[in-house]
């Protein structure tokens, strides 16, 4: 797009022209051309996207953490109960690849 020697001040004039043609019915119009229309929107929502949003619905009231897990964890940390087996850590990990 190219602009050649247009003044802001003409832009702006050129600007206010076009707002009153748009805001000002023209007097060939018929009455019946310048009412509103009311419309309605409507959305139809399949039985699986209800599903979807009642399952997200659960997740989000759901807790981040699992609180009982890490008390679980932590008792057996301070206790010195708390075994790591690597061979079932690098397992695990293989298995999500």
């Given at each position: 797009?190219?602009?050649y020697?247009?003044k ?18 023209d007097?060939?119009e ?16 399949s039985?699986k ?8 619905s ?7 953490v699992?609180?009982d897990k890490?008390a ?5 940390i301070?206790s010195?109960n ?16």
């Amino acid at each position: 797009m190219k602009i050649y020697n247009n003044k802001p001040s003409q832009l702006q004039d050129l600007a206010q022209q076009n707002l009153q043609k748009i805001t000002k019915p023209d007097a060939k119009e018929s009455p019946q051309s310048t009412e509103k229309t009311v419309t309605s929107d409507r959305v139809d929502i399949s039985g699986k996207a209800r599903e979807v949003a009642e399952l997200m619905s659960m997740i989000s009231q759901m807790p981040d953490v699992r609180a009982d897990k890490v008390a679980e964890v932590k008792k057996a940390i301070e206790s010195g109960n708390y075994n790591i087996n690597p061979l079932q850590i690098a397992q695990s990990i293989l298995n999500e690849i």
